[in-house]
């Protein structure tokens, strides 16, 4: 993937995690990124805990890792589930 943009940003607004598909809410800092996959624009939202898990997954599996958005869990922060 060819990223164009890669920021930690502060919702304005609400946002769709896409690790988790659960809310990002308005005031919360998120990993927001843009770029191109496969030929394709693509604009990711995701809660930092979840940035985190792709990143360690990413960095496993390699950087073509690829995962089903909206599919995975949301981790636990600082041993308390988070959204619940």
Not at 49 to 77: H, Q
Request: charged share 30%; proline share 2%.
């Amino acid at each position: 993937m060819e990223v164009l943009k890669d920021k930690i940003l502060i919702a304005s607004k609400e946002h769709k995690c896409t690790w988790c598909g659960e809310q990002i809410e308005k005031g919360e800092a998120y990993h927001y990124y843009t770029g191109i996959h496969d030929g394709h624009f693509q604009t990711t939202h995701l809660h930092i805990e979840c940035s985190d898990e792709l990143a360690e997954k990413a960095s496993y599996w390699g950087e073509d890792y690829e995962f089903a958005p909206y599919m995975n869990d949301r981790p636990e922060v600082d041993g308390c589930e988070v959204g619940t």
